[in-house]
């Protein structure tokens, strides 16, 4: 059974940081890639980055990048989400899942998604 679970979320005031993590079971982690999304109110899930098998390459939405690193372990089948001056638009729940064609696709592999954790950026 497919499962992740989303942590590190949380308060935080505008140019704040926090670091996401995502742990990942049910399926051989090292043989996908994987996505962090992102979904606030009243607004589609996003695709906010992407990081290949093996950790050789990553992709980030424009309204992240240099803001957000993505990286993964292998051994902890775990991905994170590295956020730093962040903004009151990155509010939102953020969920991650194993990527289904080319990492940059956004396209989700599971149909299960975990509970998500919720970002709020305010002062």
């Known amino acids: 059974q497919v499962q992740f679970v989303e942590s590190g979320g949380g308060l935080v005031q505008p140019g704040g940081s926090l670091r996401l993590s995502c742990v990942a079971s049910?399926?051989?982690?090292?043989?996908?890639?994987m996505s962090w999304y992102r979904q606030a109110p009243g607004k589609e899930r996003e695709t906010v980055a992407a990081i290949a098998r093996a950790g050789g390459y990553t992709h980030f939405a424009n309204s992240v990048k240099g803001r957000f690193t993505i990286s993964r372990d292998d051994v902890k089948n775990t991905v994170y989400l590295q956020m730093s001056s962040l903004k009151p638009e990155d509010t939102a729940v953020y969920y991650c899942?194993?990527?289904?064609?080319?990492?940059?696709?956004?396209?989700?592999?599971?149909?299960?998604w975990g509970q998500g954790t919720q970002v709020t950026v305010s002062s």
């Open positions: 049910g399926f051989t982690f090292s043989d996908y890639s």
């Open positions: 899942n194993a990527v289904r064609g080319l990492y940059y696709s956004g396209n989700p592999y599971f149909d299960s």
